[in-house]
């Protein structure tokens, strides 16, 4: 196989992906999460295959894989923020992202999502006063 072959499939994947992520408004978040995971998954694994098998040779497949990889993530997150209605949230003391994701939604896994809308950098501490944007649903 040759790594435009690889590099072809991997596209081939994500494509399927992003048709997905542009045509269903249907998705939970944690479906959105799930699928954008999966495949970048894939297609790291594609990557660490081009680059183990093709070294240098591979370099405009590589490339194009993990732009396409970079592609999906943000689309995934477009897609995320565009699904939902966005609110605020203060903390009233010093709290974790997993507590807040606890307090609102009942659900711990959703602190990464809380992380990701808000671009914190120590999502163990958020310092009374802050304002979160968070998922209203």
């Not at 790594?3 to 479906?31: C, F, G, H, N, Q």
């Not at 999460?33 to 694994?45: A, F, K």
């Not at 897609?79 to 606890?102: C, K, P």
Request: glycine share 6%; net charge negative.
């Amino acid at each position: 196989m040759t790594a435009k072959t690889v590099a072809v499939a991997a596209i081939a994947t994500a494509r399927a992906a992003i048709t997905t992520l542009e045509t269903s408004d249907a998705m939970t978040v944690a479906e959105i999460e799930r699928l954008v995971g999966d495949v970048r998954t894939e297609l790291s694994t594609a990557i660490d295959g081009l680059e183990t098998t093709y070294g240098i040779e591979g370099y405009a497949a590589i490339t194009a894989v993990r732009k396409l990889a970079e592609s999906l993530q943000e689309l995934g997150a477009r897609v995320i923020d565009a699904g939902s209605i966005l609110a605020e949230w203060t903390s009233q003391s010093d709290v974790s992202a997993m507590a807040v994701a606890h307090w609102l939604y009942g659900d711990v896994d959703r602190a990464d999502e809380i992380v990701r809308l808000n671009g914190l950098v120590n999502p163990s501490r958020i310092p009374p006063g802050t304002v979160l944007k968070v998922r209203s649903a």
